[in-house]
């Protein structure tokens, strides 16, 4: 199968690449970097000059494939609205170049991104699927993602911390079965599947705060609700979210694919990849 992947040089989207491509699958790889095209073709992927904006260049591109797998997504754009529009725009070229066809198109979902969701879904004629990704979304080379964040802000406030009692729980997944996963839902996602990208279903937040603060030397702390806003302040809105017990499961997701997480689990990966330098 010929893929488009969007956002395919990035953290999860490099290692879908490489899965695509060890399935056999040939890949055309969205990207607006010279840095960018010259890791796809070291991968053995095809270039795709272009961004999610520019809206010729991806009905250009969806037209020329058997599959789109979305994983762009314009964290720089100067709000989070504005980021969502763009998804909204990308998704409805992309789906409208495959209107009709049969073709695969799987995305991924985003907080407050239900329109994008529901463009896809509509779509007649189209093998649509959602993939809802956890939270922790981790593993090697992870240098943006929710957890190096973490780790950042127990270096910058001198303390690793959790709220409450720490008992609340968030769902991860190993970028590398996300990755699997992706491809799964590319190869023989039903039309309509909406799947849970979880390969743990909820991993305390006190048990990742004390393996920070073992590893930084750094004490580790309980604070209350309004603390932690201060605290974890430069997480912006996801600030609110870190006292939330969030568990999720991917058992429906699992028996429909054939799907298994295989790699890491969070805590161990944490220990393994994250303090390394």
Not at 64 to 80: E, K, R, S, T, W
Not at 143 to 153: D, N, Q, T, V
């Amino acid at each position: 199968m010929r893929v488009f992947v969007t956002g395919a040089t990035g953290f999860v989207g490099s290692a879908v690449v490489s899965e695509l491509l060890a399935a056999g699958h040939q890949v055309v790889g969205l990207t607006r970097s010279d840095n960018g095209a010259r890791a796809l073709e070291e991968s053995g992927a095809e270039v795709h000059h272009g961004t999610l904006d520019d809206l010729g260049s991806l009905r250009t591109a969806a037209a020329a494939v058997d599959g789109i797998i979305h994983l762009a997504f314009g964290q720089n754009l100067p709000d989070f609205a504005a980021a969502l529009t763009t998804d909204l725009h990308a998704v409805e070229t992309m789906g409208k170049a495959l209107e009709g066809t049969g073709k695969p198109f799987v995305i991924t979902a985003h907080l407050n991104g239900e329109a994008s969701d529901n463009t896809v879904l509509s779509l007649a004629g189209v093998r649509a699927s959602i993939v809802t990704l956890s939270p922790f979304v981790h593993g090697k080379g992870d240098k943006r993602g929710f957890m190096p964040r973490l780790i950042s802000i127990a270096r910058e406030r001198g303390t690793s911390a959790y709220v409450g009692d720490g008992s609340n729980r968030w769902p991860a997944i190993h970028r590398l079965d996300a990755a699997r996963l992706f491809r799964l839902a590319l190869e023989s996602g039903p039309g309509g599947s909406q799947l849970q990208g979880v390969g743990e279903e909820g991993v305390p937040f006190r048990d990742i705060a004390s393996v920070i603060g073992r590893h930084l030397n750094l004490p580790v702390v309980s604070l209350s609700p309004k603390e932690a806003d201060a605290h974890f302040s430069s997480l912006s809105s996801l600030s609110a979210l870190v006292a939330l017990d969030l568990p999720r499961s991917s058992a429906q997701t699992q028996e429909l694919l054939g799907w298994r997480p295989l790699h890491l689990g969070l805590l161990a990966d944490l220990e393994e990849h994250y303090f390394n330098n």
